[in-house]
């Protein structure tokens, strides 16, 4: 997690933002890379509430 650059989410309720936000500075405990949140209404699997693209360089954050 420490190499990605940049991460690309795509939720499909906001109103579930505050709780993903939580989970993401979890997960990037040094830091969040930059991001950007998008709305969507449904992903390929109608089941899952987020999805998460990411950008690294490997090496980066060591």
Known sequence: M???IK????LTDMYQY???SKARN??????V??????ST???VLPSL????????IIGSGS
């Open 2 to 4: 420490a190499d990605a």
């Open 7 to 10: 991460i690309n989410k795509f």
């Open 18 to 20: 505050g709780e993903f």
């Open 26 to 31: 979890e997960a990037f405990p040094a830091g």
């Open 33 to 38: 890379p930059a991001s950007a949140s998008y």
């Open 41 to 43: 209404p449904t992903h």
């Open 49 to 56: 509430l987020v999805e998460i693209e990411a950008i690294a």
